[in-house]
């Protein structure tokens, strides 16, 4: 197979505040979730390093992370390897998302302060707005903040640190790229408002868990057609 080279891994990487192995580790991650780096490909350390204006080493302690991930696999004499993706791998990190996010969703009913809904339907006909302008940027942006301030309000720590875990593995820079994404967050959305607006803790777990397993989904079909998964594994 041909050594991995993420497409868009010409120009280096943006700053944030996180360790620059950790940003390494997740430009790569979201490259194979989203089937521009697939099974079999070698992952090589001096390439990638010069495509992202980066040394080896934030590269090498990438990898391992992802080595300890199971995302690839170190050959003796050969390198990292990406590892075989299949759908049961995508379904099971979705269907725990859409527990956890489904249940952050039924206490935020609860909690979200009082006019709150109203602000996010707010922010909701802007990300209609951007979706219809094909504006997948705006639309990712208003989206994060729409899940952020449902998951806020929830207050629930060490479940949302779980849930942020799993989102590691939902590629979001490629969410202009994944067929219907933009759709469903201007879709979806509108069921998950109007359970919170009601303060009905058991229809917003369901729409909000419905909404994870759809984009799941998505995904899924995605990386079918880019011919990224191997049920064999």
């Given at each position: 197979?041909?050594?991995?080279?993420?497409?868009?891994?010409?120009?280096?990487?943006?700053?944030?505040?996180?360790?620059?192995?950790?940003?390494?580790a997740g430009h790569l991650r979201e490259a194979i979730m989203a089937g521009e780096v697939q099974a079999g490909e070698f992952v090589r350390t001096e390439h990638l390093a010069e495509q992202l204006g980066v040394s080896a080493t934030p590269v090498r302690e990438?990898?391992?992370?992802?080595?300890?991930?199971?995302?690839?696999?170190?050959?003796?004499?050969?390198?990292?390897?990406?590892?075989?993706?299949?759908?049961?791998?995508?379904?099971?990190?979705?269907?725990?998302?859409?527990?956890?996010?489904?249940?952050?969703?039924?206490?935020?009913?609860?909690?979200?302060?009082?006019?709150?809904?109203?602000?996010?339907?707010?922010?909701?006909?802007?990300?209609?707005?951007?979706?219809?302008?094909?504006?997948?940027?705006?639309?990712?942006?208003?989206?994060?903040?729409?899940?952020?301030?449902?998951?806020?309000?929830?207050?629930?720590?060490?479940?949302?640190?779980?849930?942020?875990?799993?989102?590691?593995?939902?590629?979001?820079?490629?969410?202009?790229?994944?067929?219907?994404?933009?759709?469903?967050?201007?879709?979806?959305?509108?069921?998950?408002?109007?359970?919170?607006?009601?303060?009905?803790?058991?229809?917003?777990?369901?729409?909000?868990?419905?909404?994870?397993?759809?984009?799941?989904?998505?995904?899924?079909?995605?990386?079918?057609?880019?011919?990224?998964?191997?049920?064999?594994?």
């Amino acid at each position: 197979m041909d050594d991995a080279a993420p497409g868009d891994a010409r120009r280096p990487l943006a700053r944030d505040d996180r360790q620059l192995s950790e940003r390494v580790a997740g430009h790569l991650r979201e490259a194979i979730m989203a089937g521009e780096v697939q099974a079999g490909e070698f992952v090589r350390t001096e390439h990638l390093a010069e495509q992202l204006g980066v040394s080896a080493t934030p590269v090498r302690e990438a990898l391992m992370i992802l080595h300890s991930e199971g995302a690839v696999r170190w050959e003796p004499r050969r390198g990292f390897r990406v590892a075989p993706l299949s759908r049961g791998d995508v379904a099971d990190l979705f269907s725990v998302q859409a527990f956890i996010a489904g249940e952050l969703a039924a206490r935020a009913a609860a909690a979200l302060p009082d006019g709150e809904v109203d602000r996010l339907r707010e922010v909701q006909r802007s990300l209609e707005v951007a979706a219809r302008a094909g504006d997948a940027a705006g639309v990712d942006r208003l989206n994060h903040e729409i899940h952020r301030t449902i998951n806020r309000a929830a207050d629930a720590r060490r479940m949302t640190t779980v849930l942020r875990t799993l989102v590691q593995y939902v590629p979001l820079g490629y969410f202009g790229q994944v067929r219907g994404w933009a759709d469903a967050s201007q879709h979806d959305h509108g069921a998950v408002l109007d359970a919170l607006e009601r303060r009905d803790a058991d229809a917003a777990r369901e729409a909000m868990a419905a909404h994870v397993r759809h984009i799941g989904g998505l995904l899924t079909e995605h990386l079918a057609a880019h011919g990224a998964l191997d049920d064999r594994v």
